[in-house]
């Protein structure tokens, strides 16, 4: 390994945690697992449960650590300096077999893993398989591993991490012992990202790492990805401008004065702005999130201020949820956002409150169409409605639901609803959910093709739009099915897959326009090693190298963010 790759090393491996002692939060877990171990009690089948990127496997590997370490301490943990302990940290253990069940999920690989099974550990005590993402498991694989999973031979342990535990057979879910594992709160990430800025000595604005804490919906590798890609991509202190330019997000200041023409009916001003943010690439969806986010925090401020939502927020945050982001052409996403400045006037008000109510099902009450601001309003319990049904930024540090997290827009949080539900209905592949490596039989000329254009793509779109550079270096394309072009990204920086689904446009015109036709784009988050090289690689490691090597460049050509 070269002294470059070496350096490269992700920052989500290199800080993985090693001990129970290095794992944040999930208090409740650590407790138990430790005295599981320290009674000698850890259950031969045990499920690890939550959302993406919150250490499940590092939790499975340190109980693996655990079971087989020669120096446990007098709290259970591990030593992480035996030989056990060294073998399980640099993955060269023979007793501990990691699977990765989305890309190993036949029955062939069950069979091999249950023959395998009976023979007795080598260079470990107990023999440790671990399998994740193992909702994805088929059910005749499962029926196979059932019977080991009743009788297992004394010296194995079964270990499982997954998101979606809920596509369990019952008959498996009532033989594990299970741990759930939660999201992260905002402080617990920042506390980790400031650990790890100081240890290399770099500095970062707090307004910064609470950005990037705050889009990383409680995944600690989401949030380890983001600090990666900026720790790279910029030199110096990290100013929350860079966060910004990242992930595409507008400046503070651009969106409070959008708020303010939205309110006030100054559409000019706010016509302005929209120039403002598309002359510096600015991504309108992810501005839309921003402004409806704020919104929101105005509507609830009034509310808990006593003074009630001031009327024209109020009004302003019913003609934006009516907007369908996904509308393209003529009629796209920033003519909506240009009608949602001009302030309803009487003539057309009725039939506006119509059209309103046409695309709102829910039971909302249109606003009077003019009220003088600081009139006090009649009580409106559902003035704030509209906007919580997009986005839900103020529960995100304790969302109930295991959700996925969708880092760009911070929505998913226990009042998503219609407005939300109507765009995933509408856009029906931008789900969320873990990846199967897809290579559909159909198109492979024309993927050919897209493989081999790649680069010129590549610099086609980043052309156009320098913002998304980090996006379309870390994706390649993996699938063309009639009429749709998959895009796969690396698994361990599904946050670039969010950011991305929210840029389509860009992407489907540049990509069609390099296929001669119109096409679709499907943003996948996938192992990228399983898959063949681009024509142009040598190694597996070449697209997030490239990633990087480009980011070095932009140190030099892009100017100081502000
Ligand atoms: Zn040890």
Redesign the pocket.
């Known amino acids: 390994m070269t002294l470059e790759s070496t350096t490269h090393q992700a920052l989500y491996r290199r800080w993985r945690a090693q001990t129970f002692s290095e794992i944040v939060g999930q208090e409740a877990v650590v407790a138990t697992l430790r005295n599981a171990v320290a009674t000698g009690r850890v259950a031969h089948a045990i499920l690890f449960t939550g959302p993406r990127g919150t250490g499940k496997t590092s939790l499975a590997r340190i109980v693996a650590?655990a079971l087989?370490?020669?120096?446990?301490g007098p709290t259970a943990d591990?030593?992480?300096?035996?030989?056990?302990?060294?073998a399980i940290r640099e993955g060269r253990a023979l007793d501990l077999v990691e699977i990765d069940a989305a890309s190993n999920r036949g029955i062939n690989d069950v069979r091999e893993l249950r023959e395998r099974l009976n023979y007795a550990p080598t260079d470990l005590r107990r023999k440790v398989y671990i399998l994740d993402e193992a909702h994805q498991i088929t059910r005749d694989a499962w029926n196979a591993l059932l019977k080991s999973l009743e009788e297992p031979p004394e010296f194995v342990t079964f270990m499982f991490a997954s998101t979606h535990p809920q596509d369990f057979p019952p008959a498996i879910l009532s033989r594990l012992q299970r741990f759930d594992v939660r999201r992260l709160t905002v402080p617990e990430i920042t506390g980790k990202l400031e650990r790890i800025l100081a240890a290399d000595g770099r500095d970062a604005d707090p307004e910064a790492i609470g950005l990037v804490a705050g889009l990383a919906a409680g995944g600690m590798r989401d949030a380890e990805s983001i600090l990666d890609q900026l720790l790279a991509s910029t030199t110096g202190r990290i100013e929350a401008g860079a966060v910004r330019d990242l992930l595409g997000l507008a400046e503070a200041d651009l969106v409070d004065g959008f708020v303010a023409a939205l309110a006030t009916g100054d559409a000019a001003a706010g016509i302005a702005l929209l120039d403002r943010l598309e002359e510096r690439g600015r991504d309108l969806r992810v501005f839309l999130d921003q402004v409806v986010d704020a919104l929101r925090e105005r509507l609830l401020a009034g509310l808990s201020g006593g003074a009630g939502p001031d009327p024209g927020v109020a009004a302003a945050a019913r003609r934006l949820a009516a907007i369908d982001p996904t509308r393209l052409g003529a009629g796209g996403l920033r003519l909506q956002l240009e009608l949602a400045l001009f302030q309803p006037v009487p003539i057309a008000a009725a039939t506006d409150q119509a059209s309103r109510v046409a695309a709102r099902p829910v039971g909302s009450t249109p606003a009077p169409a003019r009220v003088p601001a600081g009139e006090p309003r009649p009580s409106a319990p559902s003035a704030p409605r509209p906007t919580t049904e997009r986005a839900a930024s103020a529960h995100e540090a304790e969302p109930p639901e295991p959700r996925e997290p969708r880092p760009a827009t911070r929505a998913g949080g226990p009042d998503h609803g219609a407005a939300a539900d109507a765009v995933a209905a509408s856009d029906p592949v931008a789900t969320s959910g873990p990846a199967t490596p897809v290579m559909p039989a159909d198109g492979s000329d024309e993927l050919e093709r897209l493989r081999h254009g790649w680069p010129s793509i590549v610099a086609t779109i980043t052309d156009r739009n320098r913002a998304v550079k980090p996006l379309i270096t870390a994706c390649r394309p993996i699938g063309v099915d009639g009429n749709v072009v998959t895009l796969g990204f690396p698994e361990e920086q599904g946050f670039l897959k969010d950011v991305a689904d929210r840029r389509k446009p860009l992407l489907e015109s540049c990509i069609g326009d390099y296929l001669g036709r119109e096409v679709g784009v499907r943003c996948i988050a996938t192992n990228l090693d399983l898959l063949p090289p681009l024509p142009a690689d040598q190694e597996a490691e070449h697209i997030l190298a490239e990633a990087h090597r480009i980011f070095a460049e932009d140190r030099l050509d892009v100017p100081e963010v502000s």
């Open positions: 650590k087989n370490c020669e120096n446990l591990p030593c992480d300096r035996c030989g056990p302990c060294v």
